[in-house]
Structures are given as structure tokens and as C-alpha cells.
């Protein structure tokens, strides 16, 4: 009875609205493309050029920062930009802008200096992104509430009360602690054991 029913019904709902997929294997590819023909600096860290496969390994914050801040811009804006597909251009290039605005916020509040000029634009520029983010995404509704997404916008009082995130960013703390978990302890408390097979090499 329900089988019959279900026959009789449109295969799709009238009120929905396709969109095509975001970033699609190809488009990973092409960022891979422009993170590895990209020249930078020698001061700018690297990032993973295999970004978006398993064997990339986490993404440290220092890198999400470099590739949202050089590399997916550059890759955005070439995909979604002039040579977006005819047939969803406008969708495409609301979703540069859209990711533009949070790329636009990461840079401002990236920057050796601020001032109340900076921090209210960066905050205009979260507000933008968080506001289209359920029209342009509206997977997202479903989602909990981040509180990282709470959390950024207080970043805007902590930059009039201690200045540029440089100063107070938790990337050198990382670094270190990175660089401990390398260490080779053997499991034992109080640093690195000496090698008992290397021992009888010698």
C-alpha cells in the first residue's frame, strides 16, 4: 500500500533546490595544483601539497591559517571565478564571496598591527560569513552550534585589549609541543632511554 502510494509521488520535492557539489575531486586537485606551483617567500612555512588526501596527515593551525590566507584564495578565484560554469556561475560566485569574507578575517587578524578600524572589520566580515552560511550551506542548519564560531567573535575584544594576535597566539606553544611529542621516550618518565640492541653492537 505505501509502495503504491510512493509511486504516485514526484521523485523530487518541488521546494528543492539543487546544488552542485562545492568542491569536487578535480577542484581538489587543482588547489593541489596551485599549492605546488605557487612561489612564496622563504619565510612562509609549507604546507601539505597532497592537501585533502588521508596520507596528508592533520592540518596544523599555522597551516590552515597559510592556506586560507595564500593558497585557497588564489585557487577559489581561479575556479569560481571568470571560468566558473555558465550554467551556476552566480551560485559559484557567492561562494567566492561567501568564503572570501572569512578569508578576508583571517587575513586582518593575521596582521602585525590593529587597530578599532581592523577589529570592526573583522568582525563585519565573520558576521557576513556566519550569515550566509546556512543559505549558502544549508546542510550546516542541521548541525549543532559551534563554539568556535561563538568563540571568533570575541576575538574582536581581544584584539582592542592586547593588541595584534600575534602577540598572544598559541602557535609557538604548538611548535614546542610538537617538537616534545617527537621525542623518543621509550615509555619511560625522565627522557630518552638508550637503545639496549645498540648497546650490544657496539
Known sequence: MLYKWRLTQPLVSSSFTF?????????????????????TPSWINSVP?????????????????????????????????????????SHFRNLLMHSMALFQAVTLVCLCSTSHVRATAYRNFMKQWVEELYKLHP????????????????????????GPVLSWWSFPFERLIGMLQKINTNDHIGGKTINCVSILED
Open 19 to 39: 546544488r552542485p557539489k562545492t568542491v569536487t575531486l578535480e577542484g581538489l586537485r587543482f588547489i593541489q595544483e596551485v599549492i605546488a606551483k605557487t612561489v
Open 49 to 89: 601539497k597532497n592537501y585533502g588526501e588521508s596520507n596528508a596527515g592533520t592540518i596544523k593551525a599555522d597551516e590552515w591559517r597559510l592556506l586560507a590566507t595564500i593558497y585557497i584564495p588564489i585557487a577559489l578565484v581561479l575556479m569560481w571565478g571568470d571560468k566558473s560554469p555558465s550554467t551556476h556561475a
Open 139 to 162: 546542510h550546516t542548519k542541521f548541525d549543532d552550534r559551534r563554539p568556535n564560531v561563538h568563540a571568533a567573535f570575541h576575538i574582536y575584544d581581544f584584539l582592542l585589549l592586547f
